[in-house]
């Protein structure tokens, strides 16, 4: 089977953008930048911003980061692993380990009468 040319019909072709066309692109629609963003650029820019106490760094941005250093080779994947640990307990949602102390719940002090 041979393939023919049809020169009214409509062809997908993948397109590449140049580092001009992508400026361009960039400033007609405001707002596209925040959606082809990089999840680790936003995670870098709030760990920068909460370490200068600017803002807040929470356990999804560190996630993204520990991700990104493992797959470009960074970080071993035990570490990664480790430090992503270390995160989940600082935030308190990693399930302790077996054979670990249960933490035990305060009582609240009695409530002191005040004097008049």
Not at 6 to 14: C, K, L, M, R, T
Not at 79 to 93: I, N
């Amino acid at each position: 089977m041979r393939a023919t040319f049809n020169p009214g019909a409509a062809v997908s072709v993948p397109a590449e953008l140049g580092g001009s066309q992508i400026s361009s692109l960039l400033e007609t629609l405001p707002g596209i930048a925040s959606v082809l963003r990089s999840p680790v650029a936003d995670a870098l820019i709030k760990a920068i911003r909460g370490a200068m106490g600017l803002g807040e760094f929470g356990q999804e941005d560190a996630e993204e980061l520990i991700r990104y250093a493992v797959r470009r080779g960074l970080i071993g994947a035990d570490e990664g692993d480790r430090v992503l640990g270390e995160v989940q307990d600082a935030m308190g949602k990693r399930k302790p380990k077996p054979g670990g102390k249960k933490p035990t719940a305060k009582k609240p002090a009695p409530k002191k009468k005040g004097r008049r």
